[in-house]
């Protein structure tokens, strides 16, 4: 069964302070590696889908990258505005999210 | 592009009584669309794949009975909670991928329904 782990779960940064989420996870065959971004009371907002080992994708302040058993999202400089619950998938299969807040 | 609407955005229903929601693509044909719940401060959980013209695919332990999925068209599904119960109280939100050759494509997703049973 394809399982998928989001750490932490949840991160406090100071705006302009550099981290990383991890998402690990678990497939008989990837067929693409999922990051969203969901706000409170929201649907989820597509942000990059990766597809093979080495692949990496930027967006603005977020760049993900991705190996045989990981995923990283990576967030540079991040501001209050970037604070939302990170969710990582592979194909309908969602992990707990990573619930990140910045603070000014 | 890419936009996925729901309809509506949130109801309040008495015990007993059914809901339909709505799941439209607006800008691109989606031969599945999928269905999820979301408990507060928990990730989303498949319910069910839907697809065009042909019968839902429900995941373990969700009724059939229950959740009525009808994906009519190649930009509508529906979903029914029948005869609703204060536990069916959840978020509903559904997706849709311009899936392609048998490739699950990036999914897009609505922007939810919050059903609150009395």
């Known amino acids: 069964e394809d399982q998928v782990t989001q750490s932490p779960e949840a991160l406090r940064l100071q705006e302009g302070e550099s981290s990383s989420l991890n998402c690990s996870y678990t497939?008989?065959?990837?067929?693409?590696l999922f990051w969203y971004r969901q706000d409170p009371g929201k649907g989820p907002e597509f942000l990059f889908t990766?597809?093979?080992a080495g692949e990496e994708k930027e967006k603005e302040r977020l760049k993900a990258t991705l190996t045989k058993k990981e995923s990283f999202l990576h967030i540079t400089a991040p501001k209050p505005e970037d604070s939302a619950t990170y969710l990582c998938?592979?194909?309908?299969?969602f992990g707990a999210g990573t619930r990140l807040t910045v603070k000014p | 592009g890419a936009v996925v609407s729901q309809h509506p955005s949130w109801v309040i229903c008495k015990s007993g009584t059914s809901v339909k929601i709505e799941c439209r693509s607006l800008?691109?044909?989606?031969?599945?669309m999928f269905w999820y719940r979301q408990f507060p401060k928990q990730s989303l959980m498949l319910m069910a794949t839907?697809?065009?013209?042909?019968?839902?695919?429900?995941e373990q332990g969700v009724e059939k009975d229950k959740f009525l999925i009808n994906h009519a068209s190649l930009t509508l599904s529906t979903l029914t909670v029948t005869s609703a119960h204060p536990e069916d109280s959840s978020f509903y939100i559904c997706?849709?991928?311009?899936?392609?050759?048998?490739?699950?494509?990036?999914?897009?997703f609505g922007p939810g329904t919050r059903l609150t049973v009395l």
């Open positions: 997706s849709a991928t311009p899936s392609v050759g048998g490739r699950i494509d990036t999914q897009y």
């Open positions: 497939v008989s065959g990837l067929r693409g």
């Open positions: 990766l597809y093979s």
């Open positions: 998938a592979v194909p309908m299969r």
């Open positions: 800008d691109f044909q989606a031969t599945t």
């Open positions: 839907s697809n065009e013209g042909s019968k839902a695919t429900y």
